[in-house]
């Protein structure tokens, strides 16, 4: 009933609904080919895009509440799917599984019945016992609701991150979680997608579904343009998927509990996850509680040996109500030496002490995804550390560049030539796939990939503004950078007669593949192995000793009618032979505290190791700026540091 209420009161409605988009992602609809034949009667991605009143080039307008409060109300939002905590009453319930606590509830009972038949105070010792139950009861049910409470905000922080999206004609960084159907979300390697999508666009896409429909190979996706059967289109993002190769743009589908993922969750809501430490605690536990039985046996034969000799020898009653008063008494006693010798809370406590430190943590900016990297870091005696983003700041700008044989630390339009100028941010804007935004100050604000918006920045410095050149119907093919590749490539129509063919990328790979430099007054000079080497030896190697990550720029022509256009994309004929234009040193600068975190580390006998894909001249330099490697460390053949 609510939802004409809603509606009705001002909500917009769209042109498909919640049930219609499940199905257009459901794994069976996609295997038959059902969901493609679905999409097509909808009138294909454009289709979809009007039913859901989204502009491909501005996305979903932020500003506007009502279109964002209706989406949410017909589509569902993107909350994170947490366990639900256990209720207080049902942790109460829970304590009575434990054996010992029903034992010893037993013997209260029976304690306070026979104490109120045979004394007039008789049920104090009963009723104390209860109290004692009761106590119990209530710390380790608080204990434990705090714990699930507390992992409860930990299990929410654990997916969350930020991924890139067209709002309002702007690409901009968005929680996962404020994702609604309708968003336009960039695609990038390694990408893990956290909703349902409908491909919009894409280069050389290739996705993992394995974690999501069990299958091991890689699926291959592409926007349908025929939605025939030889086609083979599959523009279907899954989410929990992930991006292994390629970029893209797509349309988001489901969210939350309405897609893929979502529903996969809410079936296999799982326990929280024992450590090692709490196992091996549980173990100690129990050994400790043997220990208790055996003990408690041992002493409640002594105790009934000693009262049977005692009545014995004093010819006392020995079958009376007053023996079964002691047995009941013994008996009590036994359960009491039980209860203190199991350390019940040992691994209770360890759990809380846990969730407190990876909290305490998370204030220090430290998330922690793993539980059991809180007990075992500190016995620690190696780091492995990633270079970009964790030693240093992640915010990359071009300190220096090589073009037309001069190397460059102010970037003026006066010192290099107007052609090789344009080839160089020309190919730079085209060829890129990042998005940097100027905020209201003036500065740009990096989305994307670091690397690129640093290539970018300098191009507008040199009047370019890649906002006019991408995107553009004249791009035809992209090919994305993959760490296995270290270089992008965009084929773009020069003219009705001539494709451009622009190279970007780790500068020790694309130089392999030049044979001609870009020169003054746009003339070229052939490049012979001596002559590259020379590059390598005087430019890339002189830029990596200053910690500069270097970029080569490239690009060569080729004619139309040499052009088949068609996949698999051949690197022999269009990435060899090209013209070498620039040569960027890239500067991603240290984290202020590092220096002296390593040394902290060095002080602890920890030793510091760094992780990356950079030049190895780059990175000895790098190392030797942090003090992970000594000043006067030297590259040797025979090193393996």
């Given at each position: 009933?609510?939802?004409?209420?809603?509606?009705?009161?001002?909500?917009?409605?769209?042109?498909?609904?919640?049930?219609?988009?499940?199905?257009?992602?459901?794994?069976?609809?996609?295997?038959?080919?059902?969901?493609?034949?679905?999409l097509k009667g909808m009138g294909g991605v454009n289709g979809l895009l009007n039913l859901l009143g989204v502009g491909l080039k501005t996305g979903l307008n932020p500003d506007d509440e009502v279109d964002m409060?209706?989406?949410?109300?017909?589509?569902?939002?993107?909350?994170?799917?947490?366990?639900?905590?256990?209720?207080?009453?049902?942790?109460?319930?829970?304590?009575?599984?434990?054996?010992?606590?029903?034992v010893l509830t037993a013997a209260a009972f029976v304690s306070l019945?026979?104490?109120?038949?045979?004394?007039?105070?008789?049920?104090?010792?009963?009723?104390?016992?209860?109290?004692?139950?009761?106590?119990?009861?209530?710390?380790?049910?608080?204990?434990?609701?705090?714990?699930?409470?507390?992992?409860?905000?930990?299990?929410?922080?654990?997916?969350?991150?930020?991924?890139?999206?067209?709002?309002?004609?702007?690409?901009?960084?968005?929680?996962?979680?404020?994702?609604?159907?309708?968003?336009?979300?960039?695609?990038?390697?390694?990408?893990?997608?956290?909703?349902?999508?409908?491909?919009?666009?894409?280069?050389?896409?290739?996705?993992?579904?394995?974690?999501?429909?069990?299958?091991?190979?890689l699926i291959h996706k592409s926007v349908p343009e025929t939605f025939s059967a030889e086609e083979k289109a599959n523009p279907f993002m899954v989410s929990g998927s992930e991006v292994i190769e390629g970029t893209g743009?797509?349309?988001?589908?489901?969210?939350?509990?309405?897609?893929?993922?979502?529903?996969?969750?809410?079936?296999?809501?799982?326990?929280?996850?024992?450590?090692?430490?709490?196992?091996?605690?549980?173990?100690?536990?129990?050994?400790?509680?043997?220990?208790?039985?055996?003990?408690?046996?041992?002493?409640?034969?002594?105790?009934?040996?000693?009262?049977?000799?005692?009545?014995?020898?004093?010819?006392?009653?020995?079958?009376?109500?007053?023996?079964?008063?002691?047995?009941v008494d013994f008996f009590i006693v036994c359960v009491t030496i039980i209860v203190v010798a199991v350390p019940e809370g040992l691994p209770l406590a360890v759990t809380i002490a846990l969730a407190y430190s990876v909290n305490k943590m998370k204030d220090e900016n430290n998330l922690v995804r793993v539980l059991t990297a809180c007990e075992v870091m500190g016995g620690a005696n190696n780091i492995c550390s990633d270079k970009t983003g964790t030693l240093t700041q992640n915010r990359m700008s071009v300190e220096k560049l090589w073009?037309?044989?001069?190397?460059?630390?102010?970037?003026?339009?006066?010192?290099?030539?107007?052609?090789?100028?344009?080839?160089?941010?020309?190919?730079?804007?085209?060829?890129?796939?990042?998005?940097?935004?100027?905020?209201?100050?003036?500065?740009?604000?990096?989305?994307?990939?670091?690397?690129?918006?640093?290539?970018?920045?300098?191009?507008?410095?040199?009047?370019?503004?890649?906002?006019?050149?991408?995107?553009?119907?004249?791009?035809?093919?992209?090919?994305?950078?993959?760490?296995?590749?270290?270089?992008?490539?965009?084929?773009?129509?020069?003219?009705?007669?001539?494709?451009?063919?622009?190279?970007?990328?780790?500068?020790?790979?694309?130089?392999?593949?030049?044979?001609?430099?870009?020169?003054?007054?746009?003339?070229?000079?052939r490049l012979n192995p001596q002559a590259i080497e020379d590059i390598k030896t005087n430019v890339i190697r002189s830029f990596a000793k200053l910690s500069l990550r270097t970029i080569a720029v490239a690009y060569k022509d080729i004619r139309i009618r040499n052009y088949d256009g068609g996949d698999p994309f051949n690197e022999d004929q269009l990435e060899n032979d090209l013209t070498l234009v620039a040569i960027a040193g890239i500067k991603d600068p240290l984290r202020p505290e590092i220096v002296e975190a390593v040394e902290k580390c060095k002080q602890a006998g920890i030793k510091v190791r760094m992780v990356t894909g950079d030049n190895v001249d780059t990175a000895i330099a790098i190392s030797k700026e942090c003090g992970i490697l000594p000043s006067n460390y030297e590259r040797t053949p025979k090193s393996v540091d």
């Open positions: 009933l609510e939802e004409p209420l809603l509606r009705g009161g001002g909500l917009k409605t769209y042109g498909v609904t919640r049930e219609q988009l499940e199905d257009l992602l459901d794994q069976d609809n996609i295997i038959e080919g059902t969901s493609l034949q679905k409060q209706s989406r949410a109300s017909a589509f569902g939002e993107n909350l994170a799917i947490i366990k639900q905590p256990k209720s207080f009453w049902s942790l109460i319930v829970i304590q009575f599984e434990d054996h010992i606590l029903r019945v026979l104490g109120l038949a045979t004394e007039e105070n008789g049920w104090l010792e009963g009723a104390t016992i209860f109290l004692a139950i009761a106590i119990i009861l209530l710390v380790t049910a608080t204990n434990n609701y705090l714990k699930e409470k507390q992992f409860q905000k930990l299990n929410a922080q654990r997916e969350l991150r930020d991924v890139t999206v067209i709002r309002g004609g702007k690409t901009v960084q968005l929680n996962i979680y404020k994702l609604i159907v309708g968003d336009l979300m960039h695609i990038t390697t390694g990408e893990k997608f956290p909703v349902d999508g409908v491909l919009l666009r894409g280069n050389m896409l290739n996705i993992d579904e394995s974690s999501i429909t069990g299958e091991s190979h743009l797509m349309v988001v589908v489901g969210v939350g509990i309405h897609s893929r993922q979502g529903k996969l969750k809410l079936k296999l809501q799982e326990e929280d996850e024992t450590t090692p430490l709490q196992l091996k605690l549980a173990t100690v536990a129990n050994d400790i509680g043997r220990i208790g039985y055996v003990s408690a046996l041992i002493t409640f034969a002594v105790m009934v040996l000693h009262y049977i000799v005692e009545r014995l020898y004093t010819h006392e009653c020995l079958f009376c109500f007053e023996t079964i008063l002691k047995l073009i037309e044989e001069m190397a460059h630390t102010s970037f003026s339009k006066l010192n290099i030539g107007t052609e090789a100028l344009t080839l160089l941010c020309s190919n730079v804007c085209i060829n890129s796939d990042a998005f940097p935004q100027r905020n209201a100050l003036g500065k740009f604000e990096q989305v994307g990939n670091k690397t690129e918006c640093a290539m970018l920045e300098m191009a507008f410095k040199f009047g370019f503004d890649y906002n006019t050149l991408r995107p553009s119907d004249k791009i035809k093919k992209v090919v994305p950078f993959s760490s296995a590749r270290k270089r992008m490539t965009t084929l773009y129509q020069l003219d009705d007669t001539t494709i451009r063919v622009f190279v970007k990328g780790a500068s020790e790979i694309v130089i392999d593949r030049c044979k001609e430099l870009l020169i003054a007054n746009a003339n070229t000079r």
